[in-house]
């Protein structure tokens, strides 16, 4: 079944940097759009970014633009979100899900998500 | 960007009452791309609905999905225990894509 785990949440003081990885088994990763999804602490999801699967397309969210990257590595099955000068309102849990639909359409559901990983932003 | 809203806020219903939680983006959703996930106390998101009316793999058949343009419904046909939780639509068709502020279902 698929099964897709997010790492490398933590606590990190404003300013900071943190990367996020996440590792899928149980279907073709190489062949699947991916995305990050975000939620704050009682809070309802943003979505934050996309990557297709050869990398060549990615999208942001403005609140996230310049500051996040998103990347992978289909060799290792695995999605990662590169996050710099980080804020008190990045805390969140962080979700990875796959992203499907008419692939170069631009317009794709989140079709299985990971549990998430909580980043933390305070000093 | 798209602003979505939910309504209403909490549905507080008896078992095997019906379901009906309305999304109505500020801009027309080109295609039906709207989606509608289940968020249970604790977990994850789950894809219940995609293209509007289109079952995700494994729902069960009281989830229903309606509606085009600025007007979309989600039904539950027959509320059980187990579908306690927090429903979102999102709409996927104009970056970026954006989720309603979620409607929030009780059991009475």
């Known amino acids: 079944q698929v099964q897709l785990v997010e790492s490398g949440g933590g606590l990190v003081k404003p300013g900071g940097s943190l990367r996020l990885s996440c590792v899928g088994s149980?279907?073709?990763?190489?062949?699947?759009?991916m995305s990050w999804i975000r939620q704050a602490p009682g809070k309802g999801l943003e979505w934050l970014s996309y990557?297709?699967?050869?990398?060549?397309?990615?999208d942001y969210a403005d609140s996230v633009k310049g500051r996040f990257s998103i990347s992978r590595d289909n060799a290792r099955n695995s999605l990662y979100l590169e996050m710099n000068s980080l804020r008190g309102d990045d805390t969140a849990i962080y979700y990875c899900?796959?992203?499907?639909?008419?692939?170069?359409?631009?317009?794709?559901?989140?079709?299985?998500w990971g549990q998430g990983v909580l980043v933390t932003v305070s000093s | 960007e798209i602003v979505l809203t939910q309504s209403p806020g909490t549905l507080s219903l008896s078992p095997g009452e019906r379901a009906t939680l309305s999304c109505r983006p500020s801009?027309?959703?080109?295609?039906?791309?709207l989606a509608w996930y289940q968020q249970k106390p604790g977990q994850a998101p789950r894809l219940l609905i995609h293209?509007?009316?289109t079952r995700a793999t494994g729902i069960p058949d009281r989830f229903s999905g309606s509606g085009y343009g600025t007007d979309f419904t989600l039904t539950i046909s027959r509320l059980e225990p187990e579908d306690v939780g927090v429903y979102y639509c999102?709409?996927?068709?104009?970056?970026?894509?954006?989720f309603g502020q979620g409607t929030k279902v009780e059991i009475k």
């Open positions: 801009q027309s959703v080109s295609s039906s791309y």
């Open positions: 990557i297709s699967s050869g990398s060549k397309i990615t």
């Open positions: 899900a796959t992203a499907k639909g008419i692939y170069g359409s631009g317009s794709y559901y989140l079709d299985y």
């Open positions: 293209g509007a009316s």
């Open positions: 149980g279907f073709s990763f190489n062949d699947y759009y």
């Open positions: 999102q709409q996927y068709g104009r970056s970026p894509w954006t």
